[in-house]
């Protein structure tokens, strides 16, 4: 069974500083793992995702993230706030051959203070 | 302009009524997805759809209903079965090729509150 784990449903930070979102994912098989950002009242936005190609991935908006497989991880970092940023960030996993679900994470809001 | 299109934005239902939420993509996407959103619980899966005339239940589809007629459009019917219907629904979409990496692309959701 596929799952993933978002530690922290709310998360501060100042601007400027760094951003660290936590999500760890449980799969039986070699997974796809993305994020996505959502801003109030909209759809979700793809961020990045991890496809096997390399462990660091960049996304949009000056974010990336790590695979750790020993870990289980897929943290997703920037290294420096902005307001812009303030938003619900979703990890979601999909498992290859098995008709495109997504299984999601059950978010982080994210505040930036000034 | 490709992308996913949910109508209307707002919508609004007496207890006791059928609704029907629209979404239509033109990213010539095979499969298509409803998700319920709730404050706190991230996206739970309601149906989804692989091909055409073909659809398939997810985690929470007691109450709502669908239809897949066209490649371009998967509607949803929320029933008064639902008993707490009042949500944020979220339509995505997907390539079913093998080097697509499944990532499904969004609308921009439809807010749904019973009155």
């Known amino acids: 069974a596929q799952s993933v784990t978002q530690l922290g449903s709310h998360v501060s930070v100042s601007e400027g500083a760094l951003v660290l979102l936590r999500c760890n994912y449980s799969?039986?098989?070699?997974?796809?793992l993305f994020w996505y950002v959502q801003y109030p009242n909209q759809g979700l936005q793809l961020l990045l995702k991890y496809t096997s190609a390399a462990t660091l991935v960049k996304g949009i908006n000056g974010f990336e993230a790590e695979f750790k497989k020993s870990e289980t991880s897929f943290h997703l970092t920037k290294p420096s706030a902005h307001m812009s940023d303030a938003a619900e960030y979703f990890c979601a996993v999909s498992v290859r051959n098995t008709g495109n679900q997504f299984y999601f994470g059950t978010g982080t809001s994210l505040t930036v203070i000034p | 302009d490709g992308g996913i299109t949910q109508s209307p934005k707002y919508l609004f239902r007496k207890e006791g009524q059928n609704v029907t939420l629209s979404c239509e993509q033109n990213l010539n996407h095979d499969a298509m997805y409803w998700y319920r959103q709730d404050p706190g619980q991230g996206l739970r899966l309601i149906y989804y759809s692989q091909i055409v005339n073909d659809f398939q239940k997810g985690d929470i589809a007691e109450g709502y209903s669908v239809s897949r007629e066209k490649k371009e459009s998967f509607p949803l019917t929320v029933t008064s079965a639902q008993k707490n219907p009042t949500a944020f629904y979220l339509c995505?979409?997907?390539?079913?090729?093998?080097?697509?990496?499944?990532?499904?692309?969004f609308g921009p959701g439809t807010r749904l509150t019973v009155l």
């Open positions: 995505a979409s997907s390539s079913t090729t093998p080097r697509s990496y499944n990532e499904q692309f």
């Open positions: 799969s039986s098989v070699p997974p796809y």
